[in-house]
Every structure is written in C-alpha cells, then in structure tokens.
C-alpha cells in the first residue's frame, strides 16, 4: 500500500466525519477503528452474504452450472490465475494479475445466456491519486476538507474505465493485503479461517494508532456523525475521538453527544490495518455519490478473498474464501460474487431509487452529485423538488451521513406557478428517534411556532439499514442502533451569520431566548443550539428580518426518555455541565448556556459575516483536546473569567455588553459552586443556574441591556432591520 497524500493547500486531511477540524492520518484510522469495533462487523457464512444479491434463481439454472464448469477450465483463467499466485514481491506487483485475472472471469461470466444489468471493468491502481470528498457548509466546500489517497484497485463500470479518476465512479473498492507468515495462513477451505486473526503489520496510508484511557473515557462523549442543518456542519465524537495532541484545528465547531449506557452485547472483533484501509475506500465511495445507502469492498488476502458490505450502522463480512483451488467452494462463491456485480439490481447495488436516473431503473452512468435533477415527493400529489445547490454535506461512514441541498419546490409539480425557496435533507436517523418532521409539525400546530421554529414542508422514510441487511437471508436481523434514511423538506433560511451588522447582535440573543421559552412551553428541548442551527427569514415588503432555530433532529421531549443515543450538541456551544458530566439530564439553561456562547463565538470570529482566516483562532482553546472533553470545559470556564477581549475590533462597540453578560454567567457559576459546596455534592446543577430561575436572570439582563427593542427597525417598524 503506499502512503496518503495530502493536497498541499491542507497538508492534512479532515475527516470525512470530522469536516470542523483538521486532522493527520492516524486520526482517520482511530475513528474508523473505533466505528468497525462498536458496529458491531458481523460474519456471515457466504451463502448468506450472496442471498443479498437475489439472483439465486440465475444460480439454480443448469447452464449456469454448464458455464461455470467451463469457466473453471478456461485456461487462459487458469494461466492469469497461476500469475497472480506467482507474484512473490511486495503486494503492489498483485494489483494487475489479479486484476486481469477477475476481468477474464467476468468476461466469461457474460457469456451467460442472461443479458447483464452492467458491465464492470477491474482497474489495478496503486500510484493513482483521487481527490477525496470535501465537507460542504452554507453551500461552499470547507476549507482545507480535501486530500487524495491511492487505492489498491477499484470495480468501476466499463463506460467509466477510460476517463476513470473520481470516487464517485467507483462500485466497489479493493483493498489487498500482505501475504502473511506461513504459520498465519488460512486453510484452503471457503469457510474456515479466523475472522479476528489480522493480517501482518504493514506500513498503511492511514497508520492506525491505538490510544490509551482518555480516548476510551471519551467513547462517553460520543457525538453524532452528521450535521442536521442545512448551515454548518459540525464533527463528531461519537464513535471516533482521535488524538488531539496530533490535530491540527481548523476554524470550524465540532458536534458532541453524551450516549446513555448501552448493554447491548457486542461481538469481539478487532479490525486490521487492512479493515481500516477498506472501510477507508468505502467511506469515499458512499461520500462521492451522495445518494448511495450501501457500498459493497474486497479485501484480497492471497489465497483468500473476504466480501465486505458497508452501510451506515457498520459492516458485514463474509469468511474468506480461498480462490486458488477452482474446484473449492470459496472459488465458486467468488464467481457467484462476481456475477452479482454484473446481474443484481441497482438498488442491492446501494444505488437509492428515490433518485431515479432520466433512463430508469438501469444506471448507465455514474452521477457526481444530484443538482439539477428533480424529484417527485408526493405520491398522491405533484409536488416535486428541483434541487439546485448542495449546502451541506456529510461524509462519514457509520453515521447519520447528512446531506443538505438548496431546491425549488414546486407544489404543482415543475413549472406550474411559482416555487419556493427550500432546503431537502437526507440523512440516516436512529429509529428510536421521532423525526424532525413529526417534531417540527407538532410545534406548528401552535401559530406562534411560525415566529420561532422553521417551517416544514413534507418528508419521506426510506429504508432501515436491517431491511437492508434483511436481504442477507436473515429473518430479523441485528443492527445495533439502527436507522433509517430520512428526507425532511422544510423551507429555506438564510445563515444568520448574513445579519452581521453589530446591532443584530442583541436582536439573535433576544429571538433565540424567546424560541428557548417558546420550546419549553411546547414541552421540548432543542439540544444543539449552535452558528449553524440559527437562521433568519425575511418578511416580504417590510425587509425586517425573523430570527429561528433550525436542525431538530437532535430535540428531545422534556421528561421523555429515549432508546437512541443522547445527543447534546456542538462542541465549543455546549454547556460546561455536559462538558464535565456528559450524562446528565438536559436542563433548560444548557440551551441558554449554548446560545450564550454562541454570541460570543460570533462577537469574536466574525467580521461582516466572514470567519476571520488569519491562522491564530482566537477560540480554538474551546475544542483543543476534545478526547477528554473535561479540558474543553476548564477553557471554557477560563474563558469566563477574561478581563477583556470578548470582540474584535468588527463588534468592538459591543465589548462592554459581551463583557457584561459572560461576567453574569460567570458569577451565576459561582453561586452554583457555593451552593455544592454547601450540599456537599461536586455534580449539584442549580435551579438558580440551568433551571427557570436562571432563564429569567438572563431574560432580565438582556431586558436591561434593551435586548428586546430592535436597534434598527425594517419600513413596517416591527421587525429587526436587514440592513
């Protein structure tokens, strides 16, 4: 395998799940790793993994029988397969014989009467370099989000051999593996062969590292993988807390969650280097296409062949299959394997048919991304979407896998009256969650919600991940955590960061609170207030601006409790409590904590709406060691006590008021710690502070500061002026 390689304007590659802070190599194998190990990677005997296919029948025909008796024989099959097993140097000098040798085998397997779903080409790479997936945020890629890597050797459709050189044209990725010692190789059998022995230690492109205790403790904090917004995308730590001694951060927040404890039995498995490798491919190739629910991997141990299946709760594995001996089963399994490619349909292919091609059910070419298509979303209606620009996208593996575009909806379907400005959201939601569409529905149905929430429009649930994997042949099969495919339409708001002038400022505090007590009195907490989940819309004639909270994927009823994980919100705007207890119960000040903290990353890396990019982030303390997120907390609580210096010189006339409110929320953390120390109890959360008691001593001081009256008013002298 040979080295990754960075693009030289990042020197670093961002995560795919980590699109707010740049990390090195080995950080992108610590969250890999540690999502294969927590997914839970089943083995499966082969025949089951095939059942996926659904071309059993084609299987059961006698001329398929007749076919692969010839193909076994071919001899020019035979001598590619005799070269590949020649081959003694490094495991690059694989890449072309065994290439050449599946391409004779899938040449063989179209001679079969059955006309083929597509053609496949093998290609042996190696020294290519494809420019990864970038993260995507208020409609531009994130800076610095984009590397290239070298893969071993990709399945690609034949049309795209030629002009191949994008993720987004792969079927699927090839990872080989060194040959290992004598003593470590796998019998010559299609099933046996222990599925945690790992290959020998070879120098990877992204060298995975395991990390001590504070990265475990850290699987505490976990985040989610995925930004719900149409706005700012945020990273997570989940199930993937690389070493923060090694990132580099950018400018960007990262998502954080607190996960309740989960018993659930978990296998033991340990992935390789090699696993890491290919769930690596894998996660480019899901990312690339946007659309695609499943993605399918080789891993290429020579005498063995291990099929890999990849989805967004984890993986599934086959047992090797030893290819060498035609007259072997694993042999046999590998052809049928190679067959599916050619034969089953687009969907078990992982290709989403909510997005159908102009030409059907039949993919006759690869799709780099989906503006400019339309989708029809209502099935007894004509509404249809036109989508338009990609905002935000998500690429990670195991994950919600969010992806955000900008789209006119057409409530006649297209070209009949007038559209409406909209935002489609696609991403995999634990089951076990209400929607945001159901959360967002039930608000409304108060008219006040339309001042204070975003509208939404429709929504559709797509397919879980164990129905999915219910085409393994497996009556109920597990999936830890499982989710479902989500599309939520809700209507459009422009980031409020575009309200940059600095007597907007007061006008968002004094909105948000009011959406905060908005929620409270419909029962619910919004749970990840952030730059990125607050947006404004623009009322017609008057141009006063509306400010509202967006991004309820995350919102939990107050009082409920609920079998996903818990998420909590984005890094540098949690709360200090969830910070230092990730655990406990979410109050109605971690809200107002967040937005307070909000403000003030606004008032001190903003200038006219733009982050500052002069390299030295004046905040990035707030999200330095984000392992152990405690560290996080004490800078946080550091920050607090600042003598000056809450603006920069764009927001300087706002100094004494930023000055004044962090000072408020410095001495009600004061009064909390008297308190404990009173109680005797290090962990105490104060009415005072985060209950109804401290949500009025911040509405008061924002009522004395004149919070509540808009500095500037728009033509109709209600609303917070535009500009």
């Known amino acids: 395998m040979q080295e990754q390689q960075a693009t030289p304007a990042s020197g670093q590659k961002i995560t795919s799940n980590h699109s707010f802070s740049q990390h090195t190599a080995p950080d992108i194998d610590y969250f890999l790793r540690a999502e294969l190990r927590k997914s839970a990677v089943q083995e499966v005997n082969v025949d089951t993994f095939l059942a996926f296919a659904n071309v059993q029948q084609f299987w059961d025909d006698p001329e398929w029988n007749q076919m692969f008796e010839t193909l076994k024989t071919d001899t020019t099959q035979v001598d590619l397969r005799k070269s590949w097993f020649a081959v003694q140097q490094f495991e690059k000098e694989q890449y072309r014989p065994f290439c050449e040798w599946v391409e004779r085998l899938v040449m063989l397997i179209n001679g079969f009467k059955q006309p083929s779903s597509r053609a496949v080409k093998f290609l042996p790479l190696g020294s290519k370099l494809l420019t990864t997936t970038p993260g995507y945020a208020d409609g531009s890629e994130v800076n610095g989000t984009s590397t290239k890597i070298k893969p ?23 990872e080989f593996k060194r040959k290992p010692p004598p003593e470590q190789e796998s019998p010559r059998t299609g099933s046996t062969s222990s599925a945690h022995t790992p290959s020998t230690p070879k120098r990877s492109r992204t060298s995975a590292k395991e990390t001590d205790s504070p990265a475990k403790r850290a699987e505490n904090a976990s985040s989610s993988h995925t930004p719900s917004t149409p706005r700012r995308p945020r990273t997570s730590v989940e199930e993937n807390n690389p070493p923060a001694k ?26 390789t280097c090699d696993d890491i490798q290919l769930a690596r491919y894998t996660m480019e190739t899901l990312a690339a296409v946007g659309d695609r629910t499943h993605a399918f991997g080789l891993a290429v141990n020579r005498p063995n062949v291990t099929l890999w299946y990849f989805d967004r709760c984890g993986a599934v594995r086959s047992h090797p299959l030893n290819v060498q001996d035609p007259h072997d089963d694993g042999f046999l399994s590998f052809v049928k394997f190679l067959s599916a490619l050619v034969y089953m349909e687009d969907d078990a292919l ?39 620009q990609q905002l935000d996208r998500r690429t990670g593996l195991v994950g919600r896998a969010t992806l955000v575009y900008q789209a006119d909806l057409w409530p006649q379907g297209e070209g009949n009256g007038v559209p409406v400005r909209a935002v489609l959201k696609l991403s995999w939601q634990h089951i076990g969650r209400k929607s945001e569409y159901d959360i967002l529905k039930t608000l409304h149905m108060d008219p006040e919600a339309s001042q204070h929430v975003v509208e939404v429009f429709d929504s559709m ?26 599309y939520t339409v809700s209507e459009y708001l422009s980031p409020v960061t575009e309200l940059s002038q600095p007597f907007h400022i007061p006008h968002i505090g004094w909105s948000v609170l009011q959406a905060i007590n908005f929620l409270k009195g419909a029962g619910w907490f919004h749970r990840d207030i952030s730059v990125g989940n607050i947006g404004f819309q623009l009322v017609p004639n008057c141009g006063g601006a509306i400010v509202k909270l967006l991004d309820f994927d995350l919102s939990k009823e107050i009082g409920s409790s609920s079998n996903a994980p818990h998420w909590t919100g984005t890094l540098p705007f949690m709360s200090i409590e969830l910070l230092e207890v990730p655990k406990v119960v979410h109050k109605l000040g971690f809200e107002v904590e967040a937005l307070m903290w909000t403000l003030l990353w606004i008032v001190r890396v903003y200038v006219d709406g733009k982050e500052e990019y002069d390299g030295n982030h004046p905040l990035i303390g707030w999200f330095l060691d984000y392992r152990t997120v405690e560290n996080v907390a004490i800078t946080k609580k550091d920050y607090l006590q600042r003598i000056k210096g809450f603006t920069n010189d764009w927001y300087k006339g706002l100094e004494l008021q930023m000055r004044s409110l962090a000072r408020t929320w410095h001495e009600m953390r004061d009064g909390q710690r008297k308190m404990r120390i009173k109680a005797d109890d290090e962990h105490l959360v104060s009415d005072s502070m985060y209950g109804d008691e401290g949500f009025q001593e911040i509405e008061n001081w924002m009522l004395d500061a004149g919070w509540n009256v808009p500095a500037r008013r728009c033509t109709c002298g209600t609303h917070c002026a535009r500009l």
């Open 461 to 486: 649930v797509g397919p879980t991940v164990s129905s999915q994997r219910g085409r393994f042949g497996e009556p109920n099969p597990e999936v830890v955590d499982d989710r479902a495919l989500q």
């Open 350 to 388: 992982g290709f989403n048919p909510f997005f159908p091609t102009e030409t059907g059910t039949k993919r006759v070419k690869m799709r780099k991304d989906l503006c400019e298509i339309s989708v029809k979303i209502s099935e007894t209606g004509l509404a249809s979407l036109k989508l338009q």
């Open 246 to 271: 090694k990132a580099k951060h950018s400018h960007i927040p990262l998502r954080v969650t607190s996960r309740a404890l989960d018993t659930t039995p978990r296998p033991v498995y340990a992935p």
């Open 152 to 174: 071993d050797a990709v399945c690609v459709l034949e049309g795209e051999a030629n002009e191949f050189g994008n993720w987004f044209q792969v079927l699927v990725p090839i």
